[in-house]
């Protein structure tokens, strides 16, 4: 909704920053959109703990989608490699996306200071205008 918003009330061509952790379904369109008029730039803000459990022992999990309840092993390598592996491919998917549609996507991890990433982003981006 908010780039349906930003079609709106932005007439100039800008640069639109994305913030989310893309979660959400259905938003492509929107995106593709936005970025046939503005320069979008995605930021995925991720936190290492989606990508794994903890051992935090036995744990009751509810898929969002399904409203099914499950139990779960954190203990299990084999759980926590299936998490690992599930949130490294959503992440895959995503990158590859908004690469085929040419949006920029910036990684910025919760944990960890968000400075790097916004430096290497707009060092790149330097680069590729001066090309």
């Known amino acids: 909704m908010a780039l349906e918003f930003c079609q709106k009330v932005l007439h100039r061509r800008t640069v639109l920053f994305l913030v989310s952790d893309f979660f959400d379904e259905a938003y492509l369109d ?16 991720t936190d290492e703990r989606e990508l ?6 036995l744990i009751t999990l509810e898929d969002a989608e399904s409203g099914r309840t499950g139990i779960y092993d954190t203990r299990s390598p084999a759980f ?6 599930a949130g490294e491919r959503r992440i ?3 990158t590859a996306t908004l690469r085929a549609s040419k ?7 919760a944990t960890r200071p968000v400075v790097d990433p916004l430096l290497q982003f707009f060092r790149m981006r330097e680069r590729r205008q001066r090309r």
């Open 103 to 109: 949006i920029d996507l910036i990684r910025i991890d």
């Open 92 to 94: 895959a998917a995503l």
């Open 52 to 57: 794994g459990f903890q051992d935090a022992g």
């Open 30 to 45: 929107a995106l593709r959109a936005a970025n046939r008029r503005h320069d979008v730039v995605c930021v995925l803000v």
């Open 80 to 85: 926590r490699a299936a998490v690992a592996s």
